[in-house]
């Protein structure tokens, strides 16, 4: 089935810098690739999605992109703000697959 | 819309006792996805369904545990007998049509004691 791998795990930044989180698939079929930020107690809720008709996409701090070739995708924040702390999630398509998230902190 | 409804929101219960988690999803949306999550696991797909028909089980983790969707607006997701290891929280999500956005549902928080 569909390998979805994540990293890191664990990031903490300063308020302001960038952030990257990283995700490879296996499955050359997918071409469905979205994030998701869980906040503390909450439900998961998509904050951006890309198709692999493109490379890249962007929603103000925000950005994913992807590379086909290689099975790989990643999410970009930039600007960061406290937040932004929240596990985020990728996910690829075929059989609905999570990755194991990211937990990401950003300190004031 | 309201968004994906679950009850109960939170369970208690004794090992060795039947769980029933329900779900209704949004209305229209033609799949139906079962989650679990636990600090450990992460976010588990447990099954999910297209057109109330069962088209993934491969996650559910034994037979305790069943899944149903009687019609387009309802499904259940039950443990028989429960175990202290299955706490955790389940998600219901669901979406229109596949590799599309999916919508969650709150969880129910499942403590079995």
Redesign the interface.
Known sequence: GENVEQHPSTLSVQEGDSAVIKCTYSDSASNYFPWYKQELGKRPQLIIDIRSNVGEKKDQRIAVTLNKTAKHFSLHITETQPEDSAVYFCAASIEERFGAGTRLTVKP | DAGVIQSPRHEVTEMGQEVTLRCKPISGHDYL?W?RQTMMR??E?LI?FNNNVPI?D?GMPEDRFSAKMPNASFSTLKIQPSEPRDSAVY?CASSFG?????Y????TRLLVL
């Open positions: 996805f989650y992460g976010l797909l999910y993934d491969s998600f596949h590799q599309e956005t999916q969650f549902g709150p969880g």
